[in-house]
């Protein structure tokens, strides 16, 4: 079964951090970009970074800007979502997505049409 899997969700107090890993299983990611969403009930998906195939080019979302980091190992076939200063308005089932390749011109947070999507894992931030 070709997917992708999330893991390192949990419960965090306010200010702490997190290290999200997102596994590719049954596939190689070296070619495909990753992107991390997230969704608090009751409000829209929300696309929160993107790290590009080669893994020099990555995009946060500006409410993350500052605290978040993304990154991949290509030899370990997993991209990552670092996490720190979370805040309470971060709780959320958050989920990766791959898509081949990456082109500049393409709004990846925008992006419906993903070739791999995991089923996410819950983020939440309270005291």
């Known amino acids: 079964q070709l997917r992708v899997v999330e893991s390192g969700g949990g419960l965090v107090q306010p200010g702490g951090s997190l290290r999200l890993s997102c596994a590719a299983d049954?596939?190689?990611?070296?070619?495909?970009?990753v992107v991390w969403f997230r969704q608090a009930p009751g409000k829209e998906r929300e696309g929160v970074s993107c790290?590009?195939?080669?893994?020099?080019?990555?995009i946060y979302a500006d409410s993350v800007k500052g605290r978040f980091t993304i990154s991949r190992d290509k030899d370990k076939n997993e991209a990552y979502l670092e996490m720190s200063a979370l805040k309470p308005e971060d709780t959320a089932v958050y989920s990766c997505a791959a898509i081949r390749d990456y082109y500049s011109n393409i709004d990846y947070f925008k992006v419906d049409f993903f070739e791999y999507w995991g089923q996410g894992t819950q983020v939440t931030v309270s005291a």
């Open positions: 049954g596939f190689t990611m070296d070619d495909y970009t």
């Open positions: 790290i590009s195939v080669s893994g020099l080019i990555s």
